[in-house]
């Protein structure tokens, strides 16, 4: 990653990109009403420095255990308390649930450069998102079975990891309470219950295989794990994707909430932050805009993950769409006609984001390709300009917020130099993310703490694997 002032070279996906920052600097076609519209998602350095120090402390009062219970950024112990050494082996099956594609997968770690995975992503019916547990958890049973038999699998006695994407409060390595439903998700009967017995318990009703549920684990902390099996130095695990969180590696002493936090012969402990419901406490409606408050209410959890739906690809796609549909009313773009499609809510992907900030200055192939999807025609330069003002606008903001999540643990850690494994659908596909991200960062740490920023392949897949390995290695 080389730079130049105000161009960034960017190679991790594909072409090398030249790319400049605006950073809500009006393009001299966009109208100054549509700048002011926006004006309220462009956070400066004093607003950055001030959401990192409102998180350290939330994430404090996460940790501590008296504490804890009112605390916003709960930090859940995740108790993985081992890195990967590169020398675990097996092979372990793994499902992945929470992001945007369910998935079963079988995982091979045959040596530390050789590592199998075989997976299956399987079309999750928007229906069980709100139906209920039973039904929830049938589906991922009968999943599990189809990959089974399909690789002849039934009668091996395989340990599964279970990345299970939501807010967990963790007993053990195998058993975590759900505590609230995110990302749309709203299945009855599942909020208070151990996930990993109601897993298991449809696993052995089919009574079709012999799959041991042996540990649960949270995206970020699979995303960790994988990192951290190639680059030693890896301590955060980063998810912008569908939702957005973190995990990092605490001292043991400092989880309190971990029963054996002063006895533990272990240093350290995976804390997973659950970083989305930062500001469910009001603490962050300094950054908020009247369009992430329509945004709250059309969701099914009003109130809660609001750190999340300023940052994560569920939320941003409607934002852009809240500040169009306001646009078109106020005769601002489109001569004030828009189309069914877009004002379908939800209709607006933030995937649109990624390719319509792709195009290079001036050029509006994706643009074009994404207006003619909504069935939006007929637009002339402004307009495009316009709309890719507001995508970056809200991507902007993203980035930075995320970066403030990523200095708040990096000073919480109080170390000099760290790795940190990302995945998720808006890092991976959104052509500046990584470069903002590392931009806005390097502004706000102190001088001479390095950081890398690296994909993490795999999380709930080799991730998962890491985690299952550890709980069969202390069951033994
Ligand atoms: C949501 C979930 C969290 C997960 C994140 C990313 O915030 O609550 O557990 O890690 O999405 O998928």
């Known amino acids: 990653m080389r730079r130049t002032s105000g161009l960034f070279t ?4 594909g072409p090398v990109l030249k790319i400049f920052f605006r950073d809500g600097k009006m393009p001299s076609l966009v109208n100054t009403e549509i700048e002011a519209a926006v004006k309220g998602f462009l956070i400066d350095q004093e607003k950055m420095t001030e ?3 409102r998180m350290t402390k939330e994430i404090k009062m996460g940790l501590a255990k008296d504490t804890h219970s009112r605390a916003v950024i709960k930090c859940f112990v995740s108790h993985v308390q081992d890195l990967p050494t590169g020398k675990e082996r097996g092979k372990y099956l793994a499902l992945d649930l929470g992001g945007s594609t369910f998935r079963v997968l079988l995982v091979n770690l045959l040596s530390e450069a050789d590592v199998e995975i075989v997976s299956k992503s399987f079309n999750f019916p928007v229906t069980l998102m709100s139906g209920s547990g039973k039904a929830l958890f049938d589906f991922l049973a009968e999943c599990l079975s189809e990959f089974c038999h399909y690789h002849g699998l039934e009668n091996e006695s395989l340990p599964l990891g279970f990345t299970f994407s939501f807010p967990v409060q963790q007993q053990g390595l195998s058993k975590g309470i759900l505590v609230a439903w995110t990302k749309g998700f709203s299945c009855e009967g599942v909020v208070g219950k151990n996930v990993v017995t109601l897993l298991q318990e449809a696993i052995d009703r089919r009574g079709d295989m012999k799959v041991n549920t042996v540990a649960i684990l949270n995206d970020t902390v699979g995303t960790l794990m994988s ?5 030693p130095n890896c301590r955060i695990g980063l998810i912008v994707g569908t939702g957005s969180n973190a995990c990092y590696v605490e001292k043991t002493v400092n989880a309190e909430c971990f029963e054996g936090y002063q006895t533990s012969p272990k240093p350290s402990m995976i804390i997973n932050c659950e970083w989305g419901a930062f500001g469910d406490n009001g603490v962050l409606e300094f950054v908020r805009t009247t369009y992430d408050k329509i945004v ?3 969701t099914p959890n009003p109130g809660k993950q609001t750190f999340e739906k300023c940052i994560s690809g569920m939320y941003m796609g409607e934002l852009v769409r809240l500040v169009v549909m306001d646009m078109v009313a106020r005769d601002l773009m489109f001569h004030g006609t828009s189309s069914q499609k877009i004002q379908e809510r939800w209709s607006f992907k933030s995937s649109y984001i990624s390719d319509i900030e792709s195009d290079a200055p001036g050029e509006y192939r994706s643009c074009n390709k994404v207006l003619s999807e909504l069935g939006i025609v007929g637009c002339q330069e402004p307009d495009k300009e316009a709309l890719r003002f ?4 809200v991507s902007s903001r993203s980035a930075k917020l995320c970066a403030c999540g990523l200095v708040t643990i990096i000073n919480k850690m109080n170390i000099n130099e760290v790795v940190i494994g990302i995945d998720g659908s808006v890092y991976r596909f959104h052509p500046k993310y990584h470069d903002l991200l590392q931009f806005h960062m390097k ?6 703490v390095k950081f890398e920023l690296v994909v993490s ?5 080799r991730g998962a694997a890491l ?5 069969v290695k202390a069951k033994l």
């Open 10 to 13: 960017h190679s991790l996906f």
């Open 51 to 53: 959401v990192v120090e």
């Open 227 to 231: 990192c951290a099996f190639y680059h």
């Open 296 to 298: 709250d209410k059309v």
């Open 390 to 393: 507001i995508c970056e606008a």
């Open 443 to 448: 502004k706000l740490l102190k001088p001479g």
């Open 457 to 461: 392949e795999d999380g709930s897949g």
């Open 467 to 471: 985690v299952a390995a550890t709980a």
